[in-house]
């Protein structure tokens, strides 16, 4: 089978090699989308991915065979490569380490994966795709699960005014899924492309950070109070503190973008109002659960994610990281295998 081989230092290497079969417990699957994850880029980046790792945890397919023991799967059921429950003993680290630390740890994993034709999982492992959600919404289950869950650690409210800093394709979900928990939606973005995006699922308005002040614009647009709930879905040097400097007294800031550079912060402007800071990581097997029933039920929509430029192939994938190593006006990217 083909597959992107991570040789390190930033390279790729696309490549034949031998298709996996299932074992005990196991089930072999035919994956037909993958899409690109922003921590896999942080791993390309960095440098950061294990030498001869097969990357890619945001996948749909379908099952190919199953190992002995498996009754829950039949070859061809369509699934999503990941949502199962856990079971006691099987918690991801990042669950289940006091001391987690995503930046030392979070790049161990040599199993091969979503970048190959193939890829075994657990049976308890995947889940499976309703109908109606196409393969490519469905490879976006994981970062749909992401905002989910970043939506339901906050404290948002029905009513609440939510402002979403960054509008790639997390802040893009963050924002559809708090207006589908109520919120109206603020955001801020320079890019045009994202931005017609973000109002197209729904954003009240959107402030290009590089023409106003996104501070003194979300105040003006609160009456003076500022959003409720902030979530920081850029990650970049100057968003934290300005989710912080625009949050209401006794509000809510959520991180939810991954930064890898130390962020300057200036308490004294924003301690004063009591504000509660909450982080969010990842999502749970019930976060992946409610993404696909809110794609099955139309409140999420994943075209607005992609662009015609959005779909590649597993050959392209080189130049495609090494233009995701500084994002500018890119959306979701999905490879079609």
Avoid at 160 to 166: K, L, S
Wanted: with cysteine; proline share 7%.
């Amino acid at each position: 089978m083909k597959a992107a081989i991570y040789r390190s230092k930033q390279l790729f290497e696309v490549t034949d090699i031998p298709t996996p079969k299932p074992e005990q417990g196991e089930v072999l699957i035919k994956v037909n989308r993958s899409a690109i994850c922003g921590t896999d880029v942080h791993a390309f980046m960095y440098d950061l991915a294990p030498t001869g790792a097969v990357l890619g945890h945001e996948f749909s397919g379908v099952i190919s065979s199953v190992g002995a023991g498996v009754t829950q799967w039949k070859e061809g059921d369509r699934v999503v490569g990941g949502g199962g429950e856990w079971p006691v003993g099987k918690e991801p680290p990042a669950r289940s380490h006091p001391r987690y630390n995503y930046r030392t740890m979070g790049f161990v994993n040599t199993r091969t994966r979503g970048y190959a034709e193939y890829t075994l999982l657990d049976d308890w492992a995947p889940i499976p795709i309703p109908k109606g959600v196409t393969d490519e919404a469905a490879a976006l289950t994981e970062p749909c699960s992401v905002a989910v869950h970043a939506v339901r650690r906050s404290s948002l409210s029905i009513g609440d005014t939510v402002a979403v800093f960054g509008a790639g394709p997390i802040g893009l979900l963050v924002t559809q899924v708090a207006i589908a928990a109520g919120a109206d939606v603020i955001v801020s973005e320079p890019a045009p492309g994202r931005s017609s995006a973000a109002l197209s699922v729904g954003a009240r308005t959107v402030i290009d950070p590089f023409e106003h002040d996104p501070v003194q614009q979300m105040v003006e647009l609160t009456g003076g109070k500022g959003p409720d709930v902030v979530f920081d879905c850029a990650g970049l040097k100057n968003t934290l503190q300005q989710a912080f400097d625009v949050v209401r007294r006794d509000g809510q800031v959520v991180l939810v973008a991954v930064p890898w550079e130390s962020l300057p912060l200036l308490p004294a402007e924003w301690m004063a109002r009591e504000i509660d800071f909450r982080s969010s990581w990842g999502g749970s097997p019930a976060d992946w659960k409610i993404s696909l029933d809110l794609m099955a039920s139309g409140k999420i929509s994943t075209s607005s994610l992609l662009s015609d430029a959005s779909i590649i192939t597993l050959d392209e994938i080189q130049e495609h990281f090494e233009a995701l190593m500084n994002p500018s006006t890119q959306l979701q990217t999905i490879i079609r295998m």
